[in-house]
């Protein structure tokens, strides 16, 4: 079966005062129906940037070279009037701000009811029954009164369940989710993670999610993508990659985690050094500079994606690959 979303070589340039910089280099990907797939890395690593991508919302000056195939179509160089018909539509966004995505002038009711006229037509009446409905669906508390209150009278957590609703009013083949739970407490973290997956599973989309919490990714996601300066370093099934962590950055974000138990006093394990601006990106490896494990040739050597053991879906960006495989239990279990 062909999947929904296939991702070819896809390289992105971005114009800055530094010059023209590639942010994104050679993603290779695919995304089939009632599949989820997880994006992580630092900020900065190219997460957010792909799936501005994948909405068409890149920058001005942003050049795209690679294919996106969404359906079967071909997205890379389509008009901004195609891009309109499609997003909000068969591509939806949940966004990482929910204050800055929802338009403050407008009540939650009217901003969730327009992609429903826009794209399907349906009259104000029949817009705004809908619009309550998808609330109700959002579990946002007193739906009904809530659909003439404006953005700045809910809370985070309301905010973010009307993102959502606003996202999934035209019921798209493909949700983009940038990390829709960073500025949540827990409790409302959990309830918006189980939400998004009970609505994946409900409709069979396929899900892109976007994160830095290793433990977010674990309980959402089937399959991930480990991110680093605008490539990726590691993906496979989300189990795999955790069991293995084949990158020496893979691994450093796992012991970087925060963990319960520890003696009080104890400092968080840091990565050193910080993410490379994309105008200074080395000729090879561009984790070198930050890695405990660097040899000369990682400087000059851009590594190639390798298959980790005998699975060809988990496959890690490292030339080191084979040599450090075994050192991977010492930090699964340090």
């Known amino acids: 079966m062909t999947p929904l979303l296939q991702v070819r070589n896809l390289v992105v340039h971005l114009p800055t005062s530094r010059g023209t910089v590639q942010a994104l280099r050679g993603l290779d990907f695919d995304l089939a129906r009632g599949d989820t797939l997880g994006l992580i890395g630092e900020s900065g690593c190219g997460k957010s940037l792909t799936a501005l991508a994948l909405m068409g919302l890149l920058p001005t000056g942003a050049a795209v070279t690679g294919s996106i195939r969404f359906d079967g ?5 389509q008009s901004e009037a195609n ?3 499609l997003r909000g539509d068969r591509i939806a966004m949940v966004f990482q701000e929910p204050m800055t995505a929802l338009n403050p002038l407008h ?6 009811a327009e992609p429903l006229r826009l794209h399907r037509g349906l009259s104000a009446t029949a817009a705004r029954a809908e619009a309550l409905r998808l609330l109700e669906r959002v579990q946002l508390p007193q739906a009904r009164q809530r659909l003439d209150a404006y953005a700045h009278q809910l809370s985070g957590g309301q905010r973010q369940r009307v993102v959502i ?12 989710a940038d990390e829709p739970t960073t500025a949540l407490d827990v409790t409302i973290q959990r309830e918006v993670l189980a939400l998004i997956r009970e609505l994946v599973a409900e409709s069979h989309m396929a899900l892109l999610f976007i994160s830095h919490d290793l433990g977010v990714v674990a309980q959402t ?3 991930l993508m480990v991110m680093y300066a605008g490539s990726v370093v590691e993906s496979g099934d989300t189990q795999g990659v955790f069991a293995r962590l084949a990158h020496p950055y893979t691994r450093a974000l796992f012991a970087a985690r925060p963990r319960l138990g520890l003696p009080r006093g104890s400092r968080l394990a840091t990565i050193p050094g910080l993410v490379p601006e994309l105008a200074d990106l080395p ?3 561009a984790f070198a500079e930050r890695c405990g494990h660097v040899r000369d040739a990682c400087r000059s050597t851009w590594p ?17 690959l084979h040599e450090l495989d075994g ?3 010492d930090v699964r279990h340090g």
Request: charged residues 25%; glycine residues 10%.
């Open 283 to 285: 000729t090879g490896c």
């Open 327 to 329: 050192a991977a239990a």
């Open 107 to 112: 009540t939650i009711g009217r901003q969730i």
């Open 83 to 85: 891009w309109c018909r």
């Open 221 to 223: 996601v089937r399959r």
């Open 304 to 320: 190639v994606l390798t298959d980790v053991g005998a699975d060809s879906k988990h496959q890690a960006r490292c030339i080191r």
């Open 165 to 176: 609703a606003v996202a999934l009013a035209c019921g798209p083949d493909l949700l983009v």
């Open 73 to 77: 179509r071909e997205l890379v160089g």
